[in-house]
């Protein structure tokens, strides 16, 4: 199986959460949107497949870069 990482594209807070572990996702689905500077930032999925791990809550601080999601490819 093949696994992709999902990496936040700023530093911010985890804002809302759209999927849970186990559901299926398509590449460019917003799994996440961030706030970031009172912006509101999607984080999509870079492939098709199942959302394997989900390694934030809502509410969670992160830093640009870092790895909040993994996704098994379809």
Same mark, same amino acid.
């Given at each position: @199986? *093949?696994?992709?990482?999902? =990496?936040? #594209? %700023?530093?911010?807070?985890?804002?809302?959460?759209?999927?849970?572990?186990?559901?299926?996702?398509?590449?460019?689905?917003?799994?996440?949107? @961030? *706030?970031?500077?009172?912006? =509101?930032? #999607? %984080?999509?999925?870079?492939?098709?497949?199942?959302?394997?791990?989900?390694?934030?809550?809502?509410?969670?601080?992160?830093?640009?870069?870092?790895?909040?999601?993994?996704?098994?490819?379809?």
């Amino acid at each position: @199986m *093949e696994y992709f990482e999902v =990496e936040t #594209p %700023v530093t911010g807070t985890v804002w809302k959460i759209n999927f849970q572990v186990g559901e299926d996702i398509n590449q460019g689905d917003v799994i996440m949107i @961030m *706030e970031a500077m009172k912006m =509101e930032i #999607p %984080v999509e999925s870079p492939a098709s497949g199942k959302l394997k791990e989900l390694l934030v809550s809502e509410g969670d601080q992160v830093s640009e870069d870092d790895v909040v999601a993994i996704i098994e490819a379809a």
